[in-house]
Each structure stands twice: as C-alpha cells, then as structure tokens.
C-alpha cells in the first residue's frame, strides 16, 4: 500500500500504523475496519494502513493463542486468518475426538467396550437363537399341516372304501335275494311238474291196469 512522507517519521517516534493499530477498536458493527482519528491525519496513518496492521496483529494473537493447541490435537490443523469462533469450534471438536480416543485406550474404556461387546454378542446368540427357533416351529408345522393332510386323505379313502363296501354287500343282498326268488320259482315249477308227472302215471297206471283186466276177460 502507498506510504508518505510521514510514515518513516511515524514509525521512528512510535506513531507508525503496527505501532498503534493494536490498541484500536474495531467500528461497531465491523470486524475489519477499525476507528480513526485526528492524529491518523497528522502522522499519516491512512484506514487501509490500520486495518492491515490491526489484521496481522489479530492473527498474530490467534496464531499464539490456538496454533501450538491444535496441531498438538491434530498436525496441520491450524489455518492462519480464520476468526476465534473458527479456532474455537475446531478445537472443541478435536478435543472431544481425543477425550474419545483416551478413554477407549483407558482401562475403564476398555471395559466398557468389553462389556458393549458381549451385550453384543449375547443379541447376536438370541438373535440366532430365536431364528433357529423360528425355522424349527415352521418345520413342525410343516409336519403338522402334512400330517393333517395325510389323516384327511386316509379318513377318505376309509370312508370311499366304507362306501364301495356298502354299495357291494347291497349288491350281493339284492342278488342272493334274486337267486332265492328264483330258486323258488324253479321249485314251485318242479312241484308242478312233479305233481303233474305224478297225475300222467297214475293215469297210466290205472290205464295199465284197466288194459290188463280187459286183456284178462278176453282170454277167459
């Protein structure tokens, strides 16, 4: 930036704009523009020459205050020029990060972790465990379901065998009954004929005996 006359003279009595630029205020309601007065115009301490200084002044501060505390957290971590709020986040955020880190190396950490670590493992097992009981009940009612369809299909059979017994003995009574009813009519016929035979030998016989006696007066 452009100097005068009154720079170097400033400088060597103190008044020079690093000199003075730290001490100084920022205007309300900036954070890069600090308050000048008369005695800037008299020394030659232009606006863009105090901001400039008050910037550097104020990184040098941060610089001081957060470099060495962040890249002791994290090397290379620190950026020159952000504000404190910046600095300030990031290092509540690493500091977390390793109050983490210690107290999972600690023994308390370590326990802690062990015991999550069986918890986990105790959830997996009953996890396994109830899966496996899952896979055993759908078996068994598998099992059931086809027990129950074989019984079903058995109680049919049984019951179409029951019904073709049935419908056979009802044949064979209707055709016994048939055959007595025949037989029947055959021995009312025999009887007939019997009786009729019976009848025609008499009549053959008296007839005969009638021929015999004839034949007998003839001879006397």
Do not use: C
């Not at 901001?51 to 610089?63: F, Y």
């Not at 918890?119 to 759908?138: P, R, Y």
């Not at 007595?180 to 021995?187: G, I, N, P």
């Amino acid at each position: 930036m452009a100097r005068d006359w009154r720079d170097g003279f400033a400088d060597f009595w103190g008044q020079g704009s690093e000199d003075v630029a730290p001490g100084r205020k920022y205007k309300p309601g900036s954070n890069t523009a600090v308050e000048t007065d008369i005695w800037d115009t008299i020394w030659g301490r232009s606006g863009s020459e105090l901001n400039a200084a008050k910037k550097t002044d104020v990184a040098d501060n941060l610089e001081t205050q957060y470099k060495n505390r962040l890249n002791s957290l994290k090397p290379g971590s620190y950026v020159r020029g952000s504000d404190e709020g910046t600095y300030l986040s990031q290092l509540r955020t690493l500091q977390r990060a390793d109050d983490s880190t210690a107290y999972e190396e600690s023994p308390a950490g370590k326990a802690a972790a062990h015991q999550q670590g069986l918890q986990t493992d105790a959830m997996v097992q009953q996890a396994t465990n109830s899966s496996n009981q899952l896979t055993l009940a759908t078996k068994q009612l598998a099992q059931t379901g086809q027990l129950a369809a074989d019984n079903m299909k058995l109680t049919q059979l049984n019951l179409g065998f029951d019904r073709e017994t049935a419908s056979a003995d009802r044949n064979l009574t209707l055709r016994l009954g048939q055959m007595q009813s025949d037989l029947a009519d055959k021995r009312l016929q025999y009887d007939r004929e019997t009786r009729s035979m019976d009848k025609r030998d008499r009549a053959i016989a008296q007839l005969m005996s009638g021929l015999g006696s004839l034949g007998g007066a003839f001879t006397l």
